[in-house]
């Protein structure tokens, strides 16, 4: 199959141990859209799939060149996923369309997306088209409590499924949810039995291509207000009172990942440069997604929304630093929402 300029769509599933990742691929994948999709699992001891591609990738992080702590690659998954593109160029195995990729629960997803975003061949061929986060409605609390990389998780998410909500009673779950809003306010969301979800639901067409669905929904909009976090992490969602000059933001942000960008776990954004539609905005740490120009916006607010969730970062600092921009940027930032530490 060729894709000319497409890009194959990456899914990650990661999420705390016993989550309920595994239920969930095996819930989705044998769903007619999903049929050819190929499946990484970096955890050995994985049952096979019928009709899917199964690898087993050995979790092996090392430092990039420049020593960046947070930008570790792993080189087998490069190895392969460039395995399957030549393997998928040569016809030798099934055409697949997708690749998901399951991480142990003890994984931190963003070097997976590092891996692929960065690597020189891969980032021609996939795209990061969803992170999902598997949250289990039981132990979800004890995790975040006591798990940084169950924080970790749930900062990048793009979904949250919240798991075994059959076992749990309403007001776990209801406090649950508030504590992963005020998590990661940009994520959606989702209350997922057994795996059971339909792929449309979670695979909603997205013309922005990278960061599946609106990146920044109602909740991100909601009126400031002073919340409690998770230690070191931290949020601001911000609007701004004119269109932005794209040029000037686009300097501002470098500036920014360049001095800050381990502390930058993610960044979200649905711009108003001034043109019909938004530029979509989508950043994970020192990486930025090529921006998307939309035709069109998606709803009726035309403002310029942009979330960053961070460590160890001052949302003050973050609208200090637009604010002694705003000459250049041609627009002075307006605070949404910020929430702090715990
Ligand atoms: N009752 C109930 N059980 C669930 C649900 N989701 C998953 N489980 C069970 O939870 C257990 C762990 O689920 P897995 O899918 O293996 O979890 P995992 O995240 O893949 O686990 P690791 O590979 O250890 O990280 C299994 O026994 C599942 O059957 C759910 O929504 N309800």
Not at 213 to 236: C, F, M, V, W
């Amino acid at each position: 199959m060729h894709y000319g300029s497409n890009k194959r769509p990456v899914t990650v599933i990661t999420g705390f141990l016993g989550s309920g990742k595994t239920t969930l691929l095996n819930s989705l994948l044998p769903e007619p859209t999903l049929v050819h999709t190929a499946v990484l699992v970096n955890e050995y001891g994985k049952v096979g799939l019928d009709h899917h591609l199964l690898r087993q990738v050995e979790e092996q992080t090392i430092l990039l060149g420049g020593g960046c702590l947070c930008c570790t690659v792993r080189d087998d998954l490069v190895k392969v996923l460039r395995d399957l593109l030549n393997q998928d160029q040569q016809g030798v195995i099934p055409v697949f369309d997708r690749i998901m990729i399951e991480s142990s629960g003890l994984a931190d997803p963003a070097p997976i997306l590092f891996t692929i975003l960065s690597d020189p061949v891969l980032q021609h061929h996939f795209s990061i088209d969803l992170v999902i986060v598997t949250v289990d409605s039981v132990n979800g609390h004890l995790h975040l409590d006591r798990q940084p990389e169950s924080l970790k998780q749930v900062s990048i998410a793009d979904k949250i499924l919240l798991t075994k909500t059959d076992l749990a009673s309403p007001e776990t779950i209801d406090s649950l949810k508030m504590r992963l809003r005020t998590l990661n306010p940009s994520a959606e969301i989702l209350e997922v039995i057994s795996g059971k979800v339909q792929p449309s639901v979670l695979f909603r067409p997205n013309p922005a291509g990278a960061g599946n669905g609106n990146p920044l929904d109602g909740r991100a909009k909601r009126p400031y207000t002073e919340q409690s976090h998770a230690p070191g992490t931290r949020s601001i969602s911000l609007t701004f009172d004119h269109p932005l000059d794209w040029t000037a933001f686009g300097l501002w942000l470098s500036m920014l990942l360049h001095a800050r960008g381990e502390d930058v776990l993610r960044v979200k954004g649905l711009l108003d440069v001034g043109e019909e539609g938004p530029v979509v905005l989508n950043g994970v740490q020192h990486i930025i997604h090529p921006p998307q120009h939309l035709k069109d916006w998606p709803d009726q607010d035309h403002r310029s929304h942009l979330v960053f969730i961070m460590r160890d970062i001052d949302p003050t600092e973050i609208m200090n630093s637009l604010s002694a921009f705003q000459n250049f940027l041609g627009a002075q930032p307006v605070l949404l929402e910020t929430n702090m530490s715990l």
